[in-house]
């Protein structure tokens, strides 16, 4: 593996959970896999999983972390090509990346969506620019349109929870208060219909659908009840529009999962990236019920960066 983008740079899901699921069982079985190396941890935007667990996966590892917040600290960035500087942006990508390549061995970025144009953001110009001039391996730690590491963990957390060979996976819009990018339900759509090995639904209100490019092969319905019928893992999110980029048209309150609506489900676990809005995206009683593994499938976000990392660090 050279960068961890999205699912196109694993050759086998499977074995990448398998090696995840080795680390959990021994964290520190590759305590000197990363020595005398140096990862540089780059966030455009917040974060609490993502940068916890990646510093803990690395330093299992023995490698060394850096961690910026180019939002508050750093010089504010410009990646379009060509661009004339006379606004608020100081600095190139192609002048930052290439220096930040020297000064290490791999980088890990978060960059989120602006959520105003969906050309620039599916273009993934951050990511790509970063891929172009730094030089050294490139890992989303959440990009404008996919979540890897997420993704990855989900799968991870469903293989451990799955009581059948062939779970059904339902995906779930939830209302929320403001416009979320479609991250991680691009991405778990995409890494869900590569994996092949579950029955997937994604359902949403009229209006929401998801960019087919990630959604291909997956079953869609703008029926809630209908989706959850019988399903084995519900995971819920709330996204913006595709079709009308970044916008909220609706925030119907019915949409939000409840122990009633879980009855429908095959006693489902439920699912959430984190953060969540409680009692607006997910009640309460669901996210403290037995039925949630919202704080398993969170820890196993350390399982899965670790496992990219050394598959990374493997391949030079
Ligand atoms: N799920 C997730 O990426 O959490 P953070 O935004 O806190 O990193």
């Not at 403290?288 to 960066?305: L, M, P």
Request: charged share 20%.
């Amino acid at each position: 593996m050279k960068n961890f983008i999205s699912v196109k740079d694993v050759t086998d899901i499977n074995a990448l959970v398998a090696k995840a699921l080795a680390y959990k069982a021994n964290p520190f079985a590759d305590k000197n896999a990363g020595t005398g190396k140096r990862i540089g941890l780059l966030f455009l935007n917040p974060s609490l999983r993502t940068r916890l667990s990646t510093q803990v996966a690395a330093s299992n590892l023995g490698l060394e972390t850096v961690v910026f917040n180019v939002d508050k600290e750093g010089w504010a960035m410009e990646f379009e090509e060509g661009a004339i500087m006379s606004g608020n942006t100081v600095e190139h990508v192609k002048d930052a990346a290439p220096i930040l390549g020297n000064y290490f061995d791999m980088l890990c970025i978060r960059a989120f969506p602006t959520l105003k144009n969906k050309a620039d953001d599916y273009s993934e110009e951050v990511m790509n620019a970063f891929i172009k001039y730094a030089g050294v391996p490139i890992v989303s730690l959440e990009s404008a349109t996919l979540h890897p590491l997420q993704s990855l963990t989900d799968i991870l957390t469903i293989t451990e929870h799955a009581k059948s060979k062939r779970p059904k996976i339902v995906l779930t819009w939830a209302p929320h208060i403001k416009p979320l990018p479609q991250c991680v339900p691009n991405s778990i759509a995409q890494w869900v219909t590569a994996w092949g090995e579950a029955d997937f639904v994604i359902t949403h209100p009229e209006d929401y659908e998801l960019d087919e490019q990630f959604t291909k092969g997956a079953t869609i319905t703008l029926n809630q009840d209908e989706a959850l019928k019988d399903a084995d893992f519900v995971y819920v999110k709330n996204w913006s529009t595709v079709k009308d980029y970044g916008r909220i048209y609706t925030n119907d309150p019915s949409w939000m999962l409840t122990m009633n609506k879980l009855k429908l489900t095959n006693n489902a676990k439920v699912m959430h990236c984190l953060p969540v809005r409680r009692n607006v995206e997910l009640s309460d009683e669901v996210l403290d019920s037995s039925n949630s593994i919202v704080t398993q499938q969170a820890s196993n976000r350390v399982w899965a960066a670790q496992a990219v990392l050394s598959e990374i660090l493997k391949n030079g």
